[in-house]
């Protein structure tokens, strides 16, 4: 990770909070932003130690990273960690709602349980750090969702309450851009295909099912994905606002 504390870095002087950045994709969009010149604030739920190795990972560079206790499923917890983070950074450039769970189940077996767990965390967490965000983002920030491709491609069986709220987010992302527009902020979902993550190890079961369908053969790596929000975070795609943008090697081609 190059040091966050050149100036010509395309996103130096930028603060970033990412979302469920402890982990997987999210630590991996951290430190890109990170090495590409952004203070970077990331929330955790269960996984302190990870959290913490992701912060020394980027001091370590040479950067500048806060780690916040949240639950993305809790509001108020939400709001709390966006204030946290603009108030460490004297305001906020870019979003990144990254947190997200999986919990499978026929449609006809899923508990109201985890439906409404998974509303919380994936839509409702959404939905109130992108609020709190907006409220304190400066203009021409950036705002990116963590969609996936299996709102264009259903995989397998009991993935339907998964892709309801990534779906969810989908529909929120078009409508967002008309509404922050005007302040220069742009918002775009960036939709992972594969990728070898904790929650889906690219030797784990699903790939089996997954695999033989991706058009370069082989699950992606969280730094792809996070290659892919790096761009978004940056100047340049200034003109790029309520895009959906699949990162899947083809899965879904």
Do not use: C, W
């Not at 979302?19 to 991996?28: D, E, L, Q, V």
């Not at 430190?31 to 952004?38: F, H, I, P, S, T």
Request: glycine share 12%; proline share 5%.
């Amino acid at each position: 990770m190059e040091s966050s504390n050149n100036k010509n870095l395309p996103l130096a002087g930028k603060s970033a909070l990412v979302t469920g950045g402890s982990r997987s994709i999210g630590a991996a969009i951290a430190e890109r932003l990170a090495a590409d010149g952004a203070q970077v604030a990331i929330t955790y739920s269960a996984s302190p130690d990870k959290a913490k190795a992701v912060v020394a990972q980027i001091e370590a560079a040479g950067g500048r990273a806060l780690a916040i206790r949240a639950d993305a499923g809790d509001p108020a917890a939400v709001r709390a960690a966006v204030a946290q983070a603009a108030k460490a950074f004297d305001g906020l450039d870019i979003l990144v709602n990254n947190a997200g769970i999986f919990l499978p189940g026929a449609i006809e077996e899923i508990p109201f349980a985890d439906y409404e767990r998974m509303i919380a965390v994936n839509v409702t967490g959404v939905f109130v750090a992108t609020q709190e965000a907006a409220r304190v983002m400066k203009t021409g920030g950036r705002i990116v969702h963590i969609g996936s491709s299996m709102t264009r491609y259903g995989t397998f069986g009991g993935a339907s309450l998964y892709t309801l709220t990534k779906g969810a987010v989908t529909g929120f992302n078009r409508s967002l851009a008309r509404d922050l527009g005007p302040r220069g902020i742009t918002v775009n979902t960036v939709h992972p295909g594969p990728t070898d993550t904790d929650m889906n190890p690219a030797d784990g079961a699903i790939s089996k099912l997954a695999t033989p369908g991706i058009a370069i053969g082989r699950y992606g790596r969280p730094e792809e994905v996070a290659s892919v929000v790096a761009y978004l975070a940056r100047p340049e795609s200034s003109f790029v606002t309520g895009a959906d943008i699949v990162a899947d090697g083809g899965f879904t081609a």
